[in-house]
């Protein structure tokens, strides 16, 4: 798997947009996932900075992705 050092969420209630950048700021992945997938996905990616909106759910998640 390739090391990626960015990745942008895009909160919402069920349904969640992630971006991957590559090292280089390129675009190398793309998903949607439900609540449930969100996780597991990242768990794939221990070397990346998170980047999400300010909203009391980034707090949430932001504790749970510690």
């Known amino acids: 798997m390739n090391k990626s050092t960015t990745i942008g969420i895009d909160l919402a209630k069920?349904?969640?947009?992630?971006v991957v950048l590559d090292q280089r700021g390129k675009q190398a992945r793309r998903k949607?996932?439900?609540?449930?997938?969100?996780?597991?996905?990242?768990?794939?990616?221990?070397?990346?900075?998170i980047a999400m909106e300010a909203c009391s759910g980034a707090h949430y998640w932001a504790r749970e992705m510690e």
């Open 14 to 18: 069920t349904v969640f947009f992630v």
């Open 32 to 49: 949607k996932l439900r609540r449930s997938e969100l996780l597991p996905f990242l768990a794939n990616y221990p070397e990346a900075m």
